[in-house]
Nanobody, 120 residues
Framework: QVQLVESGGGLVQAGGSLRLSCVAS??????????MGWYRQAPGKQREWVAS??????????SYADSVKGRFTISRDNAGNTVYLQMNSLKPEDTAVYYC?????????WGQGTQVTVSS
């Protein structure tokens, strides 16, 4: 089973930046052979996909939701089994709990997430 631990969230003013990290562990699990994604859930809303980064034949190719394109950057450190999400030009509507998971997500692997709050 995959364990995922997110960190790096916090309170930031609109226009600011944050860098989220997600460390993956589990027997025989390596992010280098997995497409990894970041997701978020705002209060009163369903969890939504934010970004993903490919592996294998699409190694390193990133995809983004339209709402974050040009502001967020997903990256991966295979040696450290860590996925990052650099978030710039943050907006109040980016306020949510952010999670990482395999893409598409494994329901049993959701972690605690990390809270991002953007004040106006």
């Amino acid at each position: 089973q995959v364990q995922l631990v997110e960190s790096g969230g916090g309170l930031v003013q609109a226009g600011g930046s944050l860098r989220l990290s997600c460390v993956a562990s589990g027997s025989r699990f390596s992010i280098s052979i997995s497409t990894m994604g970041w997701y978020r859930q705002a209060p009163g809303k369903q969890r939504e996909w934010v970004a993903s980064i490919g592996s294998g034949g699409s190694r390193g190719i990133a995809s983004y939701a339209d709402s974050v394109k040009g502001r967020f950057t997903i990256s991966r450190d295979n040696a450290g089994n860590t996925v990052y999400l650099q978030m710039n030009s943050l907006k109040p509507e980016d306020t949510a709990v952010y999670y990482c998971n395999i893409f598409p997500p494994i329901p049993a692997s959701w972690g605690q997430g990390t809270q991002v709050t953007v004040s106006s």
